[in-house]
């Protein structure tokens, strides 16, 4: 059994190990704090804050990094907001915006008088367990830095984010997360809560300084962010196309399941006595979205199933309650009317193969197809041609007490591949 003078020596190194780490942060904040800024949306007609995030300098000509959803209602807005910074020893100025990324949720601004202190962006990866620390303003407190563990891009998203074992709370938008020798690793972007939070990998801001220094000039940021939406949702309908899809059973059909790993399914049944039928729903869809405005957000994917059955049920009975249940359907994302247009659909009835193909080892059998209620509708985005919200909602017919809905939403889209998509979505349902 260890004696005191054992225990007495490990609460000693404990101390000093906690001294050490205190010093090397207070350190950290001393040295990299003239970096940090406080970036301020302003309503032009009151001059008052409209909203907070934060950023920081990286290069010594006044270039600063922040989120795009920080400085987004100057973009689509500009005549109403204008954008300032706010440095920790009070100096204030101007900010001019000058490139984006709405994928990776970034920002290049400039500053009216550059600071004398900016930070550098790494080049190497942290390790897993790393030990990295975040910096911004968190509710509007003051600028605060919260050590944390850096735990590699994570897993289930659309967008590449690391995964930041530390508090990012708001207001803390748009900050740097750096190394122990103050380069940048990551920025500051959203939270989970539970010290679960996420940073943008360091490279997406390296490759929006790029893009900045090899266009120059002033951009015209519309057409740049119509070139990444187009860009990306082309990204990912290859990802979605290019791998076999599974099937997964769903009451007697068998539907879609898991395509690639940043889109997650979850299942539920709903069945009780005072309910005549049995309700067996499948979900699936991708995590996150692009943030364009307050009111607009693109780059989904959903896609849903429904299996409904019921036993000694009348079919107008089952069919009013099937109908009933099914009425409330609505787009994945959000958009206004400045943003789209109106849905406009096509409606009918549709006859899909059922079963599987035939093969060697099973012979074809004559079947009957499977009649569906479908609705296939578009809605065009206005700022950026090309590009749709597509809504998919397919309701069969043909049975007594049995019925299969399948739903989708892509957001962002072109036609083409909404008409890639939708040709592989319904192939792959099969309802023997």
């Not at 679960?196 to 002033?218: C, E, M, N, T, W």
């Not at 395509?259 to 499948?282: F, H, L, Q, V």
């Amino acid at each position: 059994m260890p004696n005191l003078s054992t225990w007495l020596l490990a609460w000693i190194l404990c101390c000093l190990s906690t001294v050490t780490l205190a010093q090397g942060y207070e350190q950290l904040y001393s040295d990299y704090r003239g970096s940090l800024y406080q970036i301020r949306l302003i309503e032009k007609s009151s001059n008052s804050k409209a909203g907070l995030g934060s950023g920081f300098q990286i290069s010594p000509d006044g270039l600063i990094a922040t989120n795009y959803h920080v400085v987004a209602q100057a973009v689509s807005d500009p005549k109403k907001y204008s954008l300032e910074y706010f440095s920790v020893d009070g100096g204030r100025g101007k900010l001019t915006l000058l490139d984006i990324d709405v994928v990776n949720d970034l920002a290049l601004l400039r500053q009216e008088t550059p600071g004398n202190e900016y930070l550098q962006l790494a080049t190497d990866t942290p390790k897993k367990g790393e030990t990295i620390v975040s910096l911004g303003n968190p509710l509007d407190l003051g600028m605060t830095l919260i050590p944390g563990t850096y735990n590699g891009i994570a897993g289930g998203s659309l967008y590449d984010r690391i995964h930041f074992s530390g508090s990012i709370n708001p207001g803390m938008s748009g900050g740097p997360a750096i190394n122990i020798r103050g380069q940048v690793v990551g920025i500051n972007v959203a939270t989970a809560g539970n010290q679960v939070s996420f940073l943008i990998p360091v490279d997406k801001l390296s490759a929006l300084l790029k893009h900045y220094r090899q266009k120059g000039g002033s951009l015209n940021l519309k057409q740049v962010t119509y070139q990444q939406l187009l860009n990306n949702q082309q990204r990912i309908i290859d990802s979605i196309l290019q791998v076999d899809w599974k099937r997964r059973s769903l009451g007697d059909a068998r539907v879609v399941g898991d395509i690639i790993p940043a889109i997650k399914c979850w299942g539920n049944t709903e069945e009780s006595e005072d309910n005549p039928i049995k309700r067996i729903d499948k979900g699936c869809a991708g995590q996150d979205v692009i943030f364009l405005s307050d009111e607009f957000d693109t780059g989904k994917v959903e896609y849903e199933f429904f299996w409904l059955e019921a036993e000694d049920l009348l079919t107008a009975r089952f069919y009013a309650e099937y109908e009933g249940q099914m009425d409330a359907f609505f787009p994945g994302n959000s958009a206004g009317e400045k943003d789209v247009t109106n849905f406009r659909c096509q409606q009918g009835f549709t006859a899909q193969p059922r079963g599987e193909e035939p093969s060697a080892s099973k012979p074809e059998r004559k079947q009957e197809p499977l009649i569906a209620r479908t609705s296939y509708c578009v809605r065009r985005y206005k700022n950026f041609p090309d590009l749709y919200d597509i809504f998919f909602l397919s309701l069969s017919v043909d049975q007594k007490n049995r019925a299969l809905v399948s739903h989708f939403t892509l957001s962002g889209f072109t036609q083409e591949s909404a008409d890639a998509f939708s040709q592989k979505f319904t192939s792959e349902i099969q309802w023997p």
